[in-house]
């Protein structure tokens, strides 16, 4: 769920992107549910229009409407503490900044894709469950779902709404499985 939410999140979805969200499956759960409607807009809503909300949405004339980084939702600041205690943590797991990648590292698809790589530990070695958990609870937890709270209710989108209903419920389901495991 990582990496899709992140593939949706890090940059205008591609039209191969957008062909394999349409053939998502849902069910009678919110996210079952979110991911029917997204399949469906996907299905219904011309790629390059999705590209364009997603650039108002986060990209904009001098600035998007919504800001996807921990230092702004925490701080209202760019390149604010959060960011600094975020490359420190990196630093401390062995995990460099990708070459190339402009935004910084506490945009939400980048957090994202470190979670993904802490389960599948790429970072050098296998991280545990009260690692991720420490990871998610200082870098994820204080602010993602209010983000995701605001991209369904962002004035600009259609397409990405249901992406806000998906990353909002799994954020909720994480924060409880992390708690019930002891470790959130």
């Given at each position: ?7 949706l ?5 591609s ?11 849902g069910d ?31 990209i904009?004339?001098g600035r ?7 230092s ?46 802490l ?12 690692e ?14 209010l ?8 004035k ?5 709404a249901p992406?806000?209903?998906?990353g ?6 994480e ?6 495991d002891?470790t959130?």
């Amino acid at each position: 769920m990582y990496d899709f939410l992140a593939s949706l999140l890090r940059a205008e979805p591609s039209d191969e992107l957008i062909e394999k969200v349409a053939q998502l499956q849902g069910d009678g759960t919110a996210i079952g549910s979110a991911c029917l409607t997204l399949a469906h807009l996907a299905k219904s809503i011309d790629n390059g229009l999705i590209r364009n909300e997603y650039v108002e949405m986060f990209i904009g004339v001098g600035r998007g409407e919504i800001l996807p980084f921990a230092s702004y939702y925490l701080t209202g600041f760019l390149h604010d503490k959060p960011l600094a205690n975020l490359r420190a943590d990196m630093a401390n797991i062995g995990i460099a900044r990708v070459d190339g990648v402009k935004e910084p590292e506490d945009h939400i698809a980048s957090l994202f894709d470190i979670m993904a790589g802490l389960i599948r530990g790429e970072f050098g070695r296998p991280f545990s469950i009260a690692e991720q958990a420490a990871f998610f609870n200082k870098h994820i937890e204080p602010w993602a779902g209010l983000l995701m709270r605001d991209i369904e209710a962002a004035k600009t989108v259609v397409f990405f709404a249901p992406v806000g209903t998906i990353g909002r419920a799994f954020l909720e389901i994480e924060s409880i499985a992390f708690k019930m495991d002891g470790t959130g």
